[in-house]
C-alpha cells in the first residue's frame, strides 16, 4: 500500500521532449484516499537542477536535491519498483504549500 509523501523508485520510460527521465526517486503526492486506483500522483527528484518555485529542496538519503513540481505525473502503480523511504513533515508540508500555490492562481 502506497502513502502519500513515500519515495518510491519510478520507472519513468518512455518519455517524451523535456519530461524528466530514466528510473528515479519519486515522492506519491496524491491522497492516500486516492489509492484504491491502480494509478498514483508522483512527483520525480532530481539532485540536479536549480533552484525554482515550482521545487522544493530535500535531503534524502544523505543527498541534498529538490522535489521537482513541475514535472508531476499520474503513473500506473506497475511503475512503482521499490519503497526508498518517506520524506520528513516539514518538507511534506513545504509541498503541499507550493502545490497549493501552483493551482490556485
Known amino acids: 500500500m502506497v502513502k502519500r ?10 518519455t517524451r521532449g523535456s519530461e524528466i527521465r530514466k528510473t528515479r526517486p519519486c515522492i ?5 484516499e486516492m489509492h484504491g486506483l491502480r494509478t498514483v500522483i508522483i ?7 536549480r533552484t ?5 529542496p ?4 544523505g543527498e541534498n536535491g529538490f ?10 502503480q506497475e511503475r512503482l519498483v521499490k519503497k526508498l523511504g518517506r ?8 509541498v503541499l504549500s507550493v502545490l497549493q500555490e501552483m493551482f490556485s492562481l
Open 87 to 94: 520524506i520528513s513533515d516539514p518538507t511534506g508540508a513545504a
Open 43 to 49: 512527483a520525480p527528484m532530481t539532485t540536479k537542477g
Open 52 to 56: 525554482y518555485p515550482s521545487r522544493v
Open 5 to 14: 509523501f513515500d519515495v518510491h523508485l519510478v520507472q519513468l520510460e518512455p
Open 58 to 61: 530535500v535531503k534524502f538519503q
Open 28 to 32: 506519491i503526492i496524491s491522497p492516500d
Open 67 to 76: 522535489i521537482v513540481l513541475d514535472q508531476i505525473r499520474t503513473v500506473d
